[in-house]
């Protein structure tokens, strides 16, 4: 029997030694690798996103800039005061299948209060705070331009999938300036994936500030003179017998001369970029991709037939060239016959004999008509040439994408000057 208690004594010593052992090679030896694996079940990081930078006027007024909204996720189950919740959302059931989803995004400011009561303590009923872009003092929908959330390409390109993202216009061109730089968060875990406590690791870096060349003013007269031309526009197709235009369809664009900097940029028809900032973007938003006036369009940098307006380059290729000098005349008629066809002039009267002063003032199109008639074939690549020392056929400089028209190509021709464009300088 004695023989028996000692041999189990000896066991239970070798068992416990052997535990004693074992333990000590966890805490011990191998403290560091558990220690950071038991982070990991309770510590994960997150992204801070960095707000964009706004965009302002020239004299400081604010036209984007980010807002604080908050939203009403649910994320399935039963849940307390329905029938005093549903209504304040305006639903009549909650949705069914797993979540979460978003019941209520961007909660008006008056309801939050009442929101923040009916949802303490119930864990499938969360008010999430998000960043949304908004646009205070929206101006020309296709010159300003819409962020959305990134997209598969852009996350990629290191873009995080909540991040907004300048998809056209100034939004979009901007972009190097606006984007901020993420912030990284840890969070804090229990076993049940709820979140105990949150620590900053990295701040957010705010994107920069950019101050446009555009004066609000100015702006807003130009898309009013757009909206206000209809009338205008419909009484001249009542002339030729054309139905009546339901929308104009044009663009105005204002320069200050002595800098060559953009005043004001509008095209018509337009749109309300905040509509792309909403989550989820509404049906109005995806409405405009299929719209066949193409209100996404900035049509201000788009190539048209300059008509009269290049008469002014046609003077400067006369006058240089050597076809005119400042006293030649030639008669202002209603009509010349040149090539076997009728070229008229706008005006229904002789106006009698202009220099070529007088002709650019009444713009006059036989005035012109006679001038090239001297040399037609000879005239196209000086035409051309001189064209290009004006910057015609070229890219401005702006920072929206625009396209350069079209120009004969002129072997040696002389570099355009570039527009200081709508873009002043970022704030510090």
Not at 14 to 20: E, H, I, N, Q, Y
Not at 80 to 103: A, M, N
Not at 263 to 276: G, Q, T, V
Request: overall charge positive.
């Amino acid at each position: 029997m004695t023989g028996r208690l000692y041999a189990l004594m000896v066991f239970f010593l070798v068992a416990f030694g052997l535990l004693g052992l074992r333990a000590w090679q966890l805490q011990v030896l191998e403290y560091e690798k558990y220690a950071l694996r038991s982070q990991g079940n309770y510590l994960k990081t997150e992204g801070l996103p960095a707000p964009r930078g706004r965009i302002l006027d020239r004299k400081g007024r604010v036209i984007a800039q980010d807002r604080l909204v908050v939203d009403l996720v649910y994320e399935g189950g039963e849940v307390l005061f329905k029938e005093r919740l549903l209504p304040l959302l305006g639903l009549k059931d909650l949705p069914k299948g797993p979540g979460p989803v978003v019941l209520k995004a961007g909660v008006p400011e008056h309801l939050l209060p009442t929101l923040a009561e009916l949802t303490a303590g119930q864990r499938n009923l969360k008010l999430v705070e998000r960043v949304e872009r908004y646009y205070p003092n929206p101006i020309s929908g296709p010159v300003l331009g819409y962020v959305l959330l990134a997209n598969a390409e852009q996350v990629k390109r290191g873009y995080s999938p909540e991040e907004q993202v300048g998809q056209a216009g100034l939004e979009a061109a901007l972009e190097p300036y606006l984007r901020g730089k993420r912030g990284v968060k840890a969070v804090e875990v229990n076993v049940k994936g709820e979140r105990l406590r949150e620590t900053v690791l990295e701040e957010p870096v705010p994107g920069q500030d950019v101050v446009l060349t555009l004066d609000l003013d100015l702006q807003r007269a130009a898309e009013r003179a757009l909206e206000e031309a209809l009338a205008d526009i419909n009484a001249g197709r009542r002339l030729q017998g054309l139905p009546p235009a339901t929308r104009v369809k044009g663009a105005i664009v204002a320069l200050d001369p002595r800098t060559g900097e953009v005043l004001a940029m509008a095209s018509s028809p337009s749109f309300d970029p905040n509509l792309f900032a909403r989550r989820p973007v509404p049906k109005e938003a995806g409405a405009l991709l299929q719209d066949p006036d193409l209100p996404l369009l900035n049509r201000a940098v788009q190539p048209y037939t300059p008509g009269s307006t290049f008469k002014l380059a046609t003077s400067y290729a006369l006058l240089e060239e050597g076809y005119v000098s400042p006293t030649t005349t030639f008669r202002c008629s209603p009509y010349i016959v040149f090539g076997g066809q009728v070229r008229r002039n706008w005006a229904g009267r002789d106006m009698g004999p202009m220099t070529v002063k007088e002709a650019i003032a009444w713009s006059c199109n036989t005035w012109y008509y006679q001038a090239v008639a001297q040399d037609p074939l000879g005239l196209v690549d000086r035409l051309a040439q001189r064209a290009r020392l004006l910057g015609l056929g070229e890219a401005t400089g702006l920072e929206v994408a625009e396209k350069t028209g079209l120009l004969p190509p002129v072997p040696g021709s002389g570099k355009p000057s570039k527009s200081p464009g709508i873009l002043g300088k970022p704030f510090p």
